[in-house]
């Protein structure tokens, strides 16, 4: 089972960026599915997750600006980002686990890095 992330890229602060993660090798529809970051010289944090019925979770600091949804029929979840700051710099990371909680999730994707300029 893999995790495919995508969608990062460069854009000025106020911006907004889309990511996506696919999952292939197996359903994921029931798992619990979501999104940390990692900036340099950072520990790698919480960003939001989505239960397999969509009830979504949040970090205090993007609360009103990101969005997560998924896609159960196409295994993918997303993560719209609006409002961007400098301080959401980072590699985003997805992961997906079948029980309650993502800070030890069986799969993580790659990464893909996102950049806001000032």
């Known amino acids: 089972v893999q995790l495919q992330a995508s969608g990062g890229g460069l854009v000025q602060a106020g911006g907004s960026l889309s990511l996506s993660c696919a999952g292939s090798g197996r359903s994921l529809s029931n798992y619990l599915m979501g999104w940390f970051r990692q900036a340099p010289g950072k520990e790698r944090e919480f960003v939001a997750a989505?239960?397999?019925?969509?009830?979504?979770y949040y970090a205090d600091f993007v609360k009103g600006r990101f969005t997560i949804s998924r896609d159960n029929a196409k295994n993918t979840v997303f993560l719209q980002m609006n409002s961007l700051k400098p301080e959401d710099t980072a590699i985003y990371y997805c992961?997906?686990?079948?029980?309650?909680?993502?800070?030890?999730?069986?799969?993580w994707g790659q990464g893909t890095q996102v950049t806001v300029s000032s």
């Open positions: 992961a997906a686990d079948p029980g309650s909680s993502l800070y030890y999730a069986d799969l």
């Open positions: 989505i239960k397999w019925n969509g009830h979504p």
